[in-house]
């Protein structure tokens, strides 16, 4: 590559990422802030209302929410003042999805690239921005979401992911319009025919989706059996040498258990890599799957 493509391509691909981060003014913060005493009555709520659960469950609230009140607080304001981005993922999860897709085209790896979770199309934004700038017109993008916020959780099954579910409810549960995300594609240059939406729960819109074959998987579901569900629908479908990401891990919601069964139940063995202290990722090698199903 010479060094003037090369230059526009990173001039390019800076100009996306500053788009999704919300840095180019794509509309208005929402200054509204989050007392702590309002998160005080949310937890206090919370903790009625789940109240059985925890108590049969033989479960502490403050061992389930894993933060403390002020962290929650301070959580809740950043989410809420990050409304008018694209994302909420930070800086690094960019690069790192940038990363990723080069490896797909630079290592052919086949499939085309799917997020599960896809909320504001941030990522997704992305991951087209880095086909574009490598000149490939081969691979789809499937963007899977409600398009209406994050579903219900159990609580006699997953507590954690139901008392989050709530507490996530002051800011709206991150719903997002599909018009809303076909809009601002449009307006970054990126909505096309390989730009594929996939609105509706999981759970009816994932054993039908008609893609052969993933070469990045990326999962930002937040709760135990929303991410269980595309593992069970996708995993097959990623190609040998793909890629799977698994945006909240580390977040203090049943996900991770949700992956780190998965795997156990399936024999996956491929080392799971930090991106981040939420994300992590793995490379799907085939040989050592073991199907269950």
Avoid at 70 to 91: D, G, R, V, W, Y
Avoid at 132 to 142: H, P, R, V
Avoid at 260 to 272: A, K, V, Y
Wanted: aromatic fraction near 8%; charge should be negative; hydrophobic fraction near 40%.
């Amino acid at each position: 590559m010479n060094q003037t493509k090369e230059k526009a391509e990173i001039l390019y691909l800076n100009m996306i990422k500053k788009y999704v981060l919300g840095e180019l003014q794509i509309g208005e913060s929402n200054t509204e802030t989050i007392s702590f005493n309002q998160v005080k009555e949310i937890i206090k709520n919370v903790e009625l209302k789940y109240r059985p659960q925890l108590v049969g469950q033989k479960k502490n609230l403050r061992d389930v929410l894993a933060l403390s009140d002020e962290t929650i607080m301070q959580s809740l304001n950043k989410m809420a003042q990050e409304s008018s981005n694209l994302t909420m993922c930070k800086p690094e999860l960019l690069d790192h999805t940038e990363f990723l897709v080069r490896k797909i085209i630079n290592e052919n790896i086949p499939g085309d690239l799917l997020e599960a979770g896809t909320c504001r199309g941030g990522m997704c934004m992305m991951m087209k921005a880095t086909l574009e700038a490598l000149g490939d017109k081969s691979k789809t993008i499937y963007l899977s979401d409600s398009f209406m916020g994050l579903p219900d959780a159990d609580p006699e099954k997953h507590l954690a992911d139901a008392i989050w579910n709530d507490i996530l409810k002051c800011i709206g549960s991150l719903a997002c319009s599909l018009d809303f995300v076909r809009n601002h594609f449009a307006k970054a240059g990126l909505l096309d025919e390989r730009i594929k939406f996939v609105p509706g729960w999981f759970d009816e819109t994932l054993p039908s989706l008609a893609i052969n074959s993933i070469a990045l998987l990326r999962i930002d579901a937040d709760w135990y059996h929303s991410t269980n569900s595309v593992l069970n629908f996708l995993y097959r479908k990623v190609s040998d040498g793909g890629f799977v990401v698994i945006d909240d891990y580390g977040l203090p919601t049943d996900c991770a258990q949700a992956v780190d069964n998965f795997r156990s139940q399936h024999g996956i063995t491929s080392p799971i890599i930090k991106i981040n202290e939420q994300a992590v990722y793995w490379v799907k090698e085939e040989r050592q799957v073991k199907w269950n199903f």
